[in-house]
Structure formats: structure tokens, C-alpha cells
């Protein structure tokens, strides 16, 4: 039996040269903060490869590496628009997936999907897989509704449109070419799956499972095996549960009224909106302190970041964001928001009220291509302000 011994960033750095060197790439250059390698004008973020293949037993982790080197080869076929419309599909992500895309280089080409995940365009080559930019727009002269719409088209020509018949748990596990999570993104294909009685719930924990089961039963040992995946996951993607609407439309869960599992919904809502929010806090944080602007928005003048917080309740948690007097914010799209004064360090809460009351009464508007969305807030509400919003203060479930 092969055993495995892992090995740490540098070393899988110098295999991953190694191979570089074997195909005829001895030029590759080991860029250890960025934990990247460069090839010419190709820049290799070994992040991810890393993650998957470091500990696996060493046959397995050089063919992993084998894999990801011989995308250096496809990033030089043709890219022409109609070279690469047929191998366009779409495929989730969650909001943070292009936090940390350099300052000189274009974000990914996004568009909202669903609470905290967006679509994504990929190039989906034997080798590899590059993500859509709007540079890589104006190279094809195309607009991002065709782009997005030809991914579609692409995968519902894999796929199908008419859904999977099929009882109990049906359980997908993606090799890396067929696209199982970005199924529910066709029209009518998760409410023509299942058993054909119930509702359909699709799990997407992680980019490579897609978990459809029954609307029926207690699914409770479902959540928290759900939860668990994403947790552990090295690319995951949402711990929540989709399903549809009585229009036939793909929504999360806790969108459903009345449902037997909402508390179950709402947690795992709760735990993705803070997970995303907790990556952008942390990136935007090193980022100001780094260079002394955001990500993405220079001009953008500094202020707190604030944090989400769960808060357990009953009949279900959700989230809250302190607005804390005297303090300029980016503040966050909570369920709820704290108001709060401090007087020698003391925190003292004055009001809890929804966010939608706060952004309607307010007049907030969430900043420009910001993700998770984020709003901007200078100064502190007047008396009249905090008056009429405690009038909203109830919580209504």
C-alpha cells in the first residue's frame, strides 16, 4: 500500500516545477507570496491544486499535477468567439470566489444567481478551465448576455432540460466535465427531477456534489450532513437547500413559507450569508491596512468593516450587523441591524430593527459592484430617525 507522506506549500511548489520544466516550460517562476507560479504572461494560482492533491498518496498527487500543468498548453488555443462559444458553461460560485483577483487584473464576469452565489462563465477545455472576464468580452465583441446565454444553451445540450426521474437520495459527483451543480440553473430541469409527487431539494455543498432528494420526511440528518460537507469542502458553494416555487422557479429554501424545516433553512442561510461576509471582512481588512484602499474600489474612502453575528432565536436564527455611533461604516445586508452608543468602552444597545426598514427609512443604496452587497454610512441617524424605526423594532416571523 502506497503511503502518504503530504507536503507543504513550497514543496508542492518546486513538483509543480518540475512538470513545468518536463514540458518544455523551464522558465516558470516560483512566486511564493502570491503562492503562484508565472509562465510568460500566465499567471498558475496553485491555491486550489494545492488544497485538493498536497495530501494525497504521490502517484495520485502527480497526476493531479500533471493535470493542472497541461492547462498551460490550452492557454495559448485559439480564443476567438467562435472557437470558444461551444465550450462555455455556466457554473456557480459563491459571492467571494473573485475576492482576491489582483488590483491590475479584470474580476470575473458575474451575474446574481442566488442569495450570496453568482454564475459564472467557464471556458471548459480537456485540461483546464479559465473563468470569463469583461476584458475577455471585449476580445470576443460580444455582450454578457450572449456569453451567459451560450453557457446555458451548452450545458442544457449535456444535460437536458427535462430534469431526472428518480426516487430516495440521488446523489451526483462531478469528475470535472460534467457540470452536475450547475444543473439547477436550467430552466425547468430541477422541477422535472425526482419522484415526480414531491417537491425536489437540491444540495450544492461543495462544486463537485449535487444532492436532490424527496420533499418529505424529516431531512434533518440531510442539514447537518450538508453542513458538514461544506465545512470540510476545499471549493465549496452554499450549505443551503433550493428548491422551487409554485411558479416553478429555483429559490433557497427558507424562501418557502411555513416550511416543516425552517429553522434547518434558516441556519443554513445564516451560515452561508456569514461565511461570505466573513471572507470579504478579512480580505478588505488585510487590503487596507496593505495598500490603504478596497479591493476594487479605490476610491472608496476607508471606514469600519463591520461583521455579521448569528443570533439563535426561535422559530429560527439570523444575522445582525452592529451601527455603532461616531463610527463611519460598510455596512452589511444583515437580517437586522443593532443601533448602538459607547461611553467608556461600554457598548449600550438602543435599538434592533429590520434592514429593509433601515435602508427604506435611511435612503441606503448598496455600493457599486460590491459582493456581498455592502452599504456605506458616514453619519449617525438623527433622533427623529431612531424614533421611527424603533416603531419597527419587532421582530416578525
Same mark, same amino acid.
Request: hydrophobic content about 35%; overall charge negative; aromatic content about 6%.
Given at each position: 500500500?502506497?503511503?502518504n507522506?503530504?507536503?507543504?506549500?513550497?514543496?508542492?511548489a518546486?513538483?509543480?516545477l518540475?512538470?513545468?520544466s518536463?514540458?518544455?516550460?523551464?522558465?516558470?517562476?516560483?512566486h511564493?507570496?502570491?503562492?503562484?507560479i508565472?509562465?510568460g504572461d500566465l499567471?498558475l494560482?496553485l491555491g486550489n491544486?494545492?488544497?485538493e492533491a498536497?495530501e494525497l498518496?504521490?502517484?495520485?498527487?502527480?497526476?493531479r499535477?500533471?493535470n493542472f500543468v497541461a492547462?498551460?498548453?490550452e492557454?495559448?488555443?485559439?480564443?476567438?468567439w467562435p472557437?470558444?462559444?461551444?465550450?462555455l458553461r455556466p457554473?456557480l460560485?459563491?459571492?467571494?470566489?473573485? +475576492?482576491?483577483t489582483?488590483? $491590475?487584473?479584470?474580476?470575473? /464576469?458575474?451575474? @446574481?444567481?442566488f442569495?450570496? #452565489?453568482?454564475? %459564472?462563465? *467557464?471556458?471548459?477545455?480537456?485540461?483546464?478551465?479559465?473563468i470569463?472576464?469583461a476584458t475577455?468580452l471585449?476580445?470576443?465583441?460580444?455582450?454578457?448576455?450572449?456569453?451567459f446565454?451560450?453557457?446555458?444553451?451548452?450545458?442544457?445540450a449535456?444535460?437536458?432540460?427535462?430534469?431526472?426521474?428518480?426516487?430516495?437520495?440521488?446523489?451526483?459527483?462531478?469528475?470535472?466535465?460534467?457540470?452536475?451543480?450547475?444543473w439547477?440553473?436550467i430552466?425547468?430541469?430541477?422541477?422535472?427531477?425526482?419522484?415526480?409527487?414531491?417537491?425536489? +431539494?437540491a444540495f450544492?455543498? $461543495?462544486?463537485?456534489?449535487? /444532492?436532490?432528494? @424527496?420533499?418529505?420526511?424529516? #431531512?434533518?440528518? %440531510?442539514f *447537518?450532513?450538508v453542513?458538514?460537507?461544506?465545512r470540510n469542502a476545499?471549493?465549496?458553494?452554499s450549505p443551503?437547500a433550493?428548491?422551487?416555487?409554485?411558479e416553478?422557479k429555483?429559490v433557497?429554501?427558507?424562501?418557502?413559507?411555513?416550511?416543516?424545516?425552517q429553522?434547518?433553512?434558516?441556519?443554513?442561510?445564516?451560515g452561508l450569508?456569514i461565511t461570505?461576509?466573513?471572507a470579504?471582512?478579512?480580505?478588505f481588512n488585510?487590503s487596507l491596512?496593505?495598500?490603504?484602499t478596497?479591493?476594487?474600489?479605490?476610491d472608496?474612502p476607508?471606514?469600519?468593516?463591520?461583521?455579521v453575528?448569528y443570533?439563535?432565536?426561535?422559530?429560527?436564527p439570523?444575522?445582525?450587523?452592529?451601527?455603532?455611533?461616531?463610527?463611519?461604516y460598510?455596512?452589511?445586508?444583515?437580517d437586522?441591524?443593532?443601533?448602538c452608543t459607547?461611553e467608556?468602552g461600554?457598548?449600550?444597545?438602543?435599538?434592533?430593527?429590520?434592514?429593509e426598514?433601515?435602508?427604506?427609512?435611511l435612503?441606503?443604496?448598496?455600493i457599486?459592484?460590491m459582493?456581498p452587497?455592502r452599504y456605506?454610512?458616514?453619519t449617525w441617524?438623527?433622533?427623529?430617525?431612531?424614533?421611527?424605526?424603533?416603531?419597527?423594532a419587532?421582530?416578525?416571523d
Open positions: 500500500m502506497e503511503e507522506f503530504g507536503v507543504d506549500a513550497d514543496q508542492f518546486a513538483l509543480v518540475q512538470q513545468l518536463a514540458i518544455g516550460e523551464p522558465d516558470a517562476e516560483y511564493p507570496d502570491g503562492f503562484e508565472v509562465v499567471h494560482y491544486v494545492f488544497r498536497a498518496p504521490a502517484a495520485e498527487r502527480d497526476r499535477i500533471a492547462g498551460v498548453r492557454a495559448d488555443a485559439p480564443d476567438t472557437d470558444v462559444r461551444p465550450l457554473i460560485r459563491p459571492n467571494g470566489f473573485g +475576492l482576491n489582483p488590483a $491590475d487584473a479584470a474580476p470575473p /464576469l458575474t451575474r @446574481p444567481a442569495p450570496f #452565489l453568482d454564475e %459564472l462563465v *467557464a471556458i471548459d477545455r480537456p485540461h483546464s478551465r479559465s470569463v472576464s475577455t471585449e476580445n470576443w465583441g460580444v455582450d454578457a448576455d450572449e456569453v446565454a451560450a453557457a446555458r444553451e451548452n450545458l442544457t449535456l444535460a437536458g432540460s427535462h430534469g431526472i426521474t428518480g426516487s430516495g437520495l440521488l446523489h451526483f459527483s462531478d469528475t470535472g466535465d460534467g457540470y452536475c451543480t450547475s439547477p440553473l430552466p425547468g430541469w430541477l422541477a422535472g427531477t425526482g419522484d415526480g409527487t414531491h417537491r425536489p +431539494l450544492m455543498p $461543495d462544486v463537485d456534489t449535487l /444532492l436532490i432528494v @424527496p420533499d418529505t420526511g424529516d #431531512l434533518t440528518p %440531510l *447537518a450532513e453542513e458538514q460537507r461544506y476545499v471549493r465549496p458553494i443551503q433550493y428548491t422551487i416555487d409554485d416553478g429555483v433557497p429554501l427558507d424562501r418557502i413559507p411555513h416550511h416543516r424545516h429553522p434547518q433553512a434558516l441556519r443554513a442561510r445564516c450569508a461570505e461576509y466573513d470579504q471582512t478579512t480580505t488585510e491596512e496593505r495598500d490603504l478596497f479591493p476594487h474600489h479605490p472608496l476607508p471606514a469600519f468593516v463591520a461583521s453575528i443570533v439563535a432565536a426561535d422559530p429560527g439570523y444575522t445582525l450587523a452592529v451601527w455603532g455611533k461616531d463610527v463611519e460598510l455596512l452589511p445586508e444583515a437586522r441591524i443593532l443601533f459607547e467608556n461600554e457598548m449600550t444597545p438602543l435599538l434592533e430593527a429590520p434592514f426598514a433601515v435602508a427604506a427609512h435612503n441606503l443604496t448598496p457599486p459592484q459582493t452587497r456605506e454610512v458616514r441617524p438623527t433622533q427623529e430617525d431612531l424614533t421611527h424605526l424603533a416603531s419597527t419587532t421582530r416578525k
